[in-house]
């Protein structure tokens, strides 16, 4: 059985309406990091791409940011 490396991550560039909504993504990068799960992602430095992202890469955990032309 394989086991899971990195996982792909898209969702919004903006933060939403509600604090839950950062909130979550915050909590999914420090769930990635304690797996030991790295981050593939729109590549997006703003809103909940960018909140999931920050938090990974703060953390120590593998970020890579994929922005099509």
Known sequence: MNELTKICVFCGASIGTQAI???TAQ???M???QRGIGLVYGGGSVGLMG???ST???NGGQVIGVIPR
């Open 56 to 58: 990974v890469a703060m």
């Open 21 to 23: 909504y950062q909130q």
């Open 27 to 29: 909590a999914l990068g």
């Open 31 to 33: 769930e990635l990091v």
């Open 51 to 53: 909140a999931v992202a």
